[in-house]
Structure formats: C-alpha cells, structure tokens
Nanobody
C-alpha cells in the first residue's frame, strides 16, 4: 500500500522559517505529481503547492515568494520550505501525491495524515 509520511511541523514565531518533508513508499511507479495542502482551524482544506515530474511548480498566490516546493526523486521525498511565516499560515499541512488521469485510468491521489504548523505572533 502507498504511504505518505510528513515530518517537520511544529511551532514557529511569526517571520520564522520551517521546512516540511514528506517521504513516500509503496508505489511501484514514480508519482506524476507531489505537493501540499493545508487546513486552518474552521476552514476548508486548500491547495498550497505542487511539483510535477517535469519539475514545474504551482503555488497558492499568498505563498508565492515565501514557500518553495522541491523533491528528491532518489529519496521519494517532497519538501516544502516555508519562510516569512505568519499566523495566517497556521494549520495542518497535508502531503499529497499521485498520477494524472489518462485515457486508461482515472486520476489517482494519495494523502498523508498531516502535520501541524503553528505560527505564533
């Protein structure tokens, strides 16, 4: 079975930095995409960043210039380097990975259990 395990969450002061890691296992093939979502208390889960097998990236507008998503294919790991953090960045961060839809298969997506990021003022 495919597993995604996040690490690196914690408490950080406003303006500080934090780096999240997500290690994947159990996949017979490389993922087409890997990325991050987050969910603030009382709010819906939202997209944060993604990185494709091509190396292309996408970001939530509010994190552009502050967050950097990267991956290490040899380690099957995706990272989220967060800087200039603010209380608005507080939430549970979820790692995700999967394969795009094709003519033969629907989109496949897997999720980690999440890691808490708390930014204090």
């Amino acid at each position: 079975q495919v597993q995604l395990v996040e690490s690196g969450g914690g408490l950080v002061q406003s303006g500080g930095s934090l780096k999240l890691s997500c290690t994947t296992s159990g996949s017979a093939f490389s993922f087409n995409f890997m990325g991050w979502y987050r969910q603030a208390p009382g709010k819906q889960r939202e997209f944060v960043a993604t990185i494709w097998d091509t190396g292309d990236t996408n970001y939530l507008v509010s994190v552009k210039g502050r967050f950097t998503v990267s991956k290490d294919n040899a380690k099957n790991t995706v990272y989220l380097d967060m800087t200039s953090l603010s209380p608005e960045d507080t939430g549970v961060y979820y790692c995700t990975a999967g394969m795009r839809a094709t003519a033969f298969q629907p989109k496949t997506q897997y999720w980690g259990e999440g890691t808490q990021v708390t930014v204090s003022s």
